[in-house]
T-cell receptor
Framework: AQTVTQSQPEMSVQEAETVTLSCTYD???????LFWYKQPPSRQMILVIR??????QNATENRFSVNFQKAAKSFSLKISDSQLGDAAMYFC???????????????FGKGTKLSVKP | DAGVIQSPRHEVTEMGQEVTLRCKPI?????LFWYRQTMMRGLELLIY????????DSGMPEDRFSAKMPNASFSTLKIQPSEPRDSAVYFC????????????FGNGTRLTVT
């Protein structure tokens, strides 16, 4: 079974600085998706960025980028120019790309709580 | 696109009562998921449907929990009888099955069982 591990329960960053959140996963599959979701205090789950395993190029969305190391099964999130609104729980998640069966599930890590200091 | 719509947003009930949570997925999405979030256990999958058919319900805690999807635009999660340990935030999410992309989440229902 696949697992997702976020080893940093809490992180803190100064406004305008850069922070990196870590995520590792375990799978025997070769084709899958990886995601970062943000959950602010409003509890809404917001998709931040996604990466397809067959793509070597790291995904980027504005100030958010990932460092995807497939061999190491690592998927870290970098937030540049941190803003107060970035303060939230961040969840790393894995989803198999195999169609159907019991592999449609999204498997989450335990989350990292990010604080942004003004 | 209205997004995934869940109701109610908050539910407070007494132990032993029946609770029904509702979800309307994004139109056209063929996967629907129910998750539960607690501080202790994080986000756990309860059940998910594909084309209205339950695919994996191994996360449903026990017989007190049941979920239905009578059509492509509506699903319910029912707890009967409810217990204090069921207190959590329950999320519904949907996705388009093509290449199994990201899940789109509703705003969740915060359930408190006293």
């Amino acid at each position: 079974a696949q697992t997702v591990t976020q080893s940093q329960p809490e992180m803190s960053v100064q406004e305008a600085e850069t922070v990196t959140l870590s995520c590792t996963y375990d799978t025997s599959e070769s084709d899958y998706y990886l995601f970062w979701y943000k959950q602010p205090p409003s509890r809404q789950m917001i998709l931040v960025i996604r990466q397809e395993a067959y793509k070597q190029q790291n995904a980027t969305e504005n100030r958010f980028s990932v460092n995807f190391q497939k061999a190491a099964k690592s998927f870290s999130l970098k937030i540049s120019d941190s803003q107060l609104g970035d303060a939230a729980m961040y969840f790393c998640a894995y989803r198999s790309a195999n169609y159907g069966g019991s592999q449609g599930n999204l498997i989450f890590g335990k989350g990292t709580k990010l604080s942004v200091k003004p | 696109d209205a997004g995934v719509i869940q109701s109610p947003r908050h539910e407070v009930t007494e132990m032993g009562q029946e609770v029904t949570l509702r979800c309307k997925p994004i139109s056209g999405h063929d996967y629907l998921f129910w998750y539960r979030q607690t501080m202790m256990r994080g986000l756990e999958l309860l059940i998910y449907f594909n084309n209205n058919v339950p695919i994996d319900d191994s996360g449903m805690p026990e017989d007190r929990f049941s979920a239905k999807m009578p059509n492509a635009s509506f699903s319910t999660l029912k707890i009967q009888p409810s217990e204090p340990r069921d207190s959590a935030v329950y999320f519904c999410a949907s996705s388009l099955g093509d290449r199994l992309g990201p899940l789109h989440f509703g705003n969740g229902t915060r359930l408190t069982v006293t």
